[in-house]
T-cell receptor, first 113, second 115 residues
Framework: DQQVKQNSPSLSVQEGRISILNCDYTNSMFDYFLWYKKYPAEGPTFLISISSIKDKNEDGRFTVFLNKSAKHLSLHIVPSQPGDSAVYFCAASVNFGNEKLTFGTGTRLTIIP | DTGVSQDPRHKITKRGQNVTFRCDPISEHNRLYWYRQTLGQGPEFLTYFQNEAQLEKSRLLSDRFSAERPKGSFSTLEIQRTEQGDSAMYLC?????????????FGPGTRLLVL
């Protein structure tokens, strides 16, 4: 039972353009959502998060949008840079991050110079 | 470096052997989590501690797995009688529940290969 889904295994974007990564979830109890970035042979690095009381959170080039009615969130990266090439994981938790994270399967983002 | 550290980074073992991994969380982080990541999947929750108390264990954590956090600081994860299916990246994360931050911070992981 995959409660957090990232349906695009890979995405290629031209440098300087916008990258949009998508994530869907099924558990309506999730109230906190995070995006992590992972390079090979390293642990996930936290990027940005959003709680269910908001619909948008912005941090520099990264913006996360949450659509609770559609149970959908997205990560926008603009402008995309070569160093953004990595695997991006969407994660969700119940009770505002106090408990375990449930991760999606990841999307590999490749930025084309 | 004040991040989460894990040791060893890599471990190769033969089927049937026991292995133990260590995680040192960020200082003062009272919550510590263990996850497992297999190829092509996202990390999957195994267990977590609030200080020295183990609060939840996933059904993924069979009887061969045991985790401890004896003094509420570092933690160990032991796998007894390893099987080839145990081959994975084992990730540790920590969090400070007393701060406004609700983010779990991950270590670099221990990659286990069971032959």
């Amino acid at each position: 039972d995959q409660q957090v889904k990232q349906n695009s295994p890979s995405l290629s974007v031209q440098e300087g353009r916008i990258s949009i990564l998508n994530c869907d979830y099924t558990n309506s109890m999730f109230d906190y959502f995070l995006w992590y970035k992972k390079y090979p042979a390293e642990g996930p690095t936290f990027l940005i998060s959003i709680s269910s009381i908001k619909d948008k959170n912005e941090d520099g080039r990264f913006t996360v949008f949450l659509n609770k009615s559609a149970k959908h969130l997205s990560l926008h990266i603009v402008p995309s840079q070569p160093g953004d090439s990595a695997v991006y994981f969407c994660a969700a938790s119940v009770n505002f991050g106090n408990e375990k994270l449930t991760f999606g399967t990841g999307t590999r983002l490749t930025i084309i110079p | 470096d004040t991040g989460v550290s894990q040791d060893p980074r890599h471990k190769i073992t033969k089927r049937g052997q026991n292995v133990t991994f260590r995680c040192d969380p960020i200082s003062e982080h009272n919550r510590l989590y263990w996850y497992r990541q297999t190829l092509g999947q996202g990390p999957e929750f195994l267990t977590y501690f609030q200080n020295e108390a183990q609060l939840e264990k996933s059904r993924l954590l069979s009887d061969r797995f045991s985790a401890e956090r004896p003094k509420g600081s570092f933690s160990t994860l032991e796998i007894q009688r390893t099987e080839q299916g145990d081959s994975a990246m084992y990730l540790c994360a920590s969090r400070d529940t007393s701060s406004l931050e609700e983010t779990q911070y991950f270590g670099p992981g221990t990659r286990l290969l069971v032959l």
